[in-house]
């Protein structure tokens, strides 16, 4: 089976401009959430999707935004990027939204 | 306070030996407990969960919880080079939405 994947593998971007990044869960998985990670930090929660709804957010700017599609797949779109968004982005899929979360590789965005 | 902390490290044990890996936590309702494992440049690849106070064995991974003090531990016996990578300790909460909280990781060195 397919683990998580993620889209694209790397992205620069200059400041101000807006990014969004995909993911694709594990098939028979209904929950996608968002992590950003920094060098030296562990990933911090952005956003938790089930069943197409919001379930959980974290500490970040309205800049930051999700949605899940009927497939499951996920989006996150980050716009007026700023340089602190330079980081690595991680998707977890989860079969609900209280299960164990396997990550995908990563979208590695640096902005300039 | 951080909501989970670790020690950042780095923990070096040689070769043979047992590696123990500790996490603290700040809130009394995290339901579910998770160790991942991040080798340079990868994403966090699950290594155990527990949810019930106590041990739990799998392999040559131990985790242990005890939620009255809040602390959740990882032992490795029998260490191999090939677990030399940082340990992220992930709490999940339902203060506000369903959350994953992650440490900031301890990175291991095992020498052989």
């Known amino acids: 089976d397919a683990g998580v994947t993620q889209s694209p593998t790397h992205l620069i971007k200059t400041r101000g401009q807006q990014v969004t990044l995909r993911c694709s869960p594990i098939?028979?998985?209904?929950?996608v959430s968002w992590y950003q990670q920094v060098l030296g930090q562990g990933p911090q929660f952005i956003f938790q999707y089930y069943e197409k709804e919001e379930r959980g957010r974290g500490n970040f700017p309205d800049r930051f935004s999700a949605r899940q599609f009927p497939n499951y797949s996920s989006e996150l779109n980050v716009n007026a990027l700023l340089l602190g968004d330079s980081a690595l982005y991680l998707c977890?899929?989860?079969?609900?939204?209280?299960?164990?979360?396997?990550f995908g590789p990563g979208t590695r965005l640096l902005v300039l | 306070q951080k909501e989970v902390e670790q020690n950042s490290g780095p923990l070096s044990v040689p070769e043979g030996a047992i590696a123990s890996l500790n996490c603290t936590y700040s809130d009394r309702g995290s339901q579910s407990f998770f160790w991942y494992r991040q080798y340079s440049g990868k994403s966090p690849e699950l290594i155990m969960f527990?949810?019930?106070?106590g041990d739990k064995e799998d392999g040559r991974f131990t985790a242990q919880l005890n939620k009255a003090s809040q602390y959740v531990s990882l032992l490795i016996r029998d260490s191999q080079p090939s677990d030399s990578a940082t340990y992220l300790c992930?709490?999940?909460?339902?203060?506000?939405?369903?959350?994953?909280?992650f440490g900031a990781g301890t990175r291991l060195f095992v020498k052989a």
């Open positions: 992930a709490v999940k909460v339902l203060t506000g939405g369903f959350k994953t909280i």
């Open positions: 977890a899929s989860s079969q609900d939204r209280e299960e164990t979360q396997y």
């Open positions: 098939s028979g998985h209904k929950s």
């Open positions: 527990i949810y019930s106070n």
